[in-house]
């Protein structure tokens, strides 16, 4: 497939929220994300039908393990064949595989085995989509509107989430799995001609960066690259210590202080509603702003402040206290973390953008979950508030390395 290169000062020059091109690229994005969120709630739902509740969990967790082995081979094919490519032939991918087995599901039972393999098959696209996605939008804008992209990316998926779970509770309820996998397969399908009609610029590249002779030597290279970046090896370290000390308390963490306050599924309904909000407002202010000054320093204060929420939550006296102190981690996590993504936009050479995407990624969707059975572990042992200020503690370290090293200080994103 063939790309379109955009001439310097065409269209990529524009607003990001008032250009077309950028326009059709969101609502591929947010069209294909919907459809992950159906097919998730199908893929459940089918796997509990299908066997026993121990089973359904093993074929929830298959696509883990692909997602995280390939992820950095993600990173250099997204490089490699660029990353507009990549995303529309995963698309591609995942919308034939889900519509095959909702007609898999709709002409018999054929039991558990078509779920693992669709999850397995949908781990091994998403190692190779996620970094791709991230590498795209640099090559779809100028460098001046890449942090506005990153709050109308994240208001992008958070309409996704909110409107794809219904979505697939619906289709559920009236033509069983099988038409929710249907209906998450289309909602992929209309990506794909919306990603073709997106037009990408040729981005100036380094001589050094050139294809190595194998993909493996690729790999070498783009790791040698972070770590020799002066921004974003740092950068890559403050992420880390921030994602680690925030999925741990944000999932299973507030589950168990729910249980304990007696708050109940509805209390922790609102405290997740107060978190998403935040983020969510976040993302709009980046979307109407589109640049914030000083992005190094806002993202480390960002976290440093939020660990301060998160070493309260624990410690609230009520469940309105903790809706109102979610939704200030919400707002601070979706700060930070936008302007850590900006960061990694602009800071990255063109040619290494699907391989910094994809260590970025394997530490938030890799390492980070594993925070959650320690986070449930040690609750169990010393109790909530404890936990609470050791991850804060963890997260605050992101924000120490993000303050503390200069260049990633000092860095700021184009005007």
Excluded: K
């Excluded at 082995?69 to 993600?74: A, K, N, T």
């Excluded at 999932?251 to 909000?277: C, I, K, P, S």
């Amino acid at each position: 497939m063939s790309t379109t290169a955009v001439r310097p000062g065409s269209v990529t020059d524009r607003p990001a929220h008032r250009d077309p091109n950028v326009l059709r690229w969101l609502a591929a994005y947010a069209s294909s994300m919907a459809g992950d969120g159906v097919y998730y709630i199908a893929l459940s739902w089918a796997a509990v039908q299908a066997g026993t509740p121990s089973q359904a969990g093993l074929v929830m967790s298959v696509s883990a393990l692909p997602r995280a082995v390939l992820m950095l081979g993600g990173g250099v094919i997204a490089d490699r064949f660029g990353p507009r490519r990549v995303v529309i032939g995963s698309d591609a991918a995942r919308c034939a595989a889900v519509l095959a087995v909702a007609a898999l599901l709709f002409l018999t039972s054929p039991g558990l085995w078509p779920l693992a393999v669709l999850a397995l098959v949908f781990g091994t696209v998403d190692a190779v989509f996620v970094p791709a996605v991230g590498a795209l939008p640099a090559r779809i804008t100028g460098s001046g509107q890449l942090a506005r992209i990153q709050g109308m990316r994240g208001l992008a998926y958070r309409f996704a989430a909110v409107v794809g779970a219904p979505l697939g509770g619906l289709g559920v309820a009236v033509g069983g799995a099988a038409a929710a996998f249907g209906v998450a397969g289309l909602l992929i399908a209309v990506s794909v001609p919306l990603l073709i009609s997106v037009r990408v610029r040729e981005l100036p590249q380094d001589d050094s960066a050139a294809p190595a002779t194998t993909a493996w030597s690729d790999l070498v290279v783009g790791l040698r690259y972070i770590r020799r970046h002066r921004v974003l090896a740092p950068l890559m370290l403050a992420i880390a210590f921030g994602d680690l000390g925030f999925v741990g308390p944000l999932n299973v963490g507030l589950t168990l202080l729910a249980d304990e306050r007696g708050w109940g599924a509805a209390g922790m309904g609102w405290v997740l509603a107060g978190f998403g909000a935040g983020a969510g407002t976040a993302s709009l202010l980046l979307t109407v702003r589109g640049r914030l000054p000083h992005a190094g320093q806002v993202a480390g204060s960002a976290l440093l402040a939020g660990c301060v929420a998160i070493g309260a939550l624990a410690y609230v006296p009520n469940v309105v206290a903790a809706v109102g102190t979610a939704l200030l981690i919400g707002l601070l996590a979706g700060l930070s973390g936008a302007m850590c993504h900006a960061l990694l936009q602009t800071q990255t050479d063109p040619a290494f953008l699907g391989r910094v995407t994809a260590v970025a990624s394997l530490v938030s969707l890799g390492l980070a979950p594993l925070s959650m059975p320690l986070s449930a572990a040690a609750i169990g042992a010393w109790g909530t508030g404890p936990v609470f200020v050791v991850s804060a503690a963890v997260c605050a370290l992101g924000g120490v390395v993000a303050l503390c090293v200069r260049d990633l200080r000092r860095a700021e994103l184009p005007r």
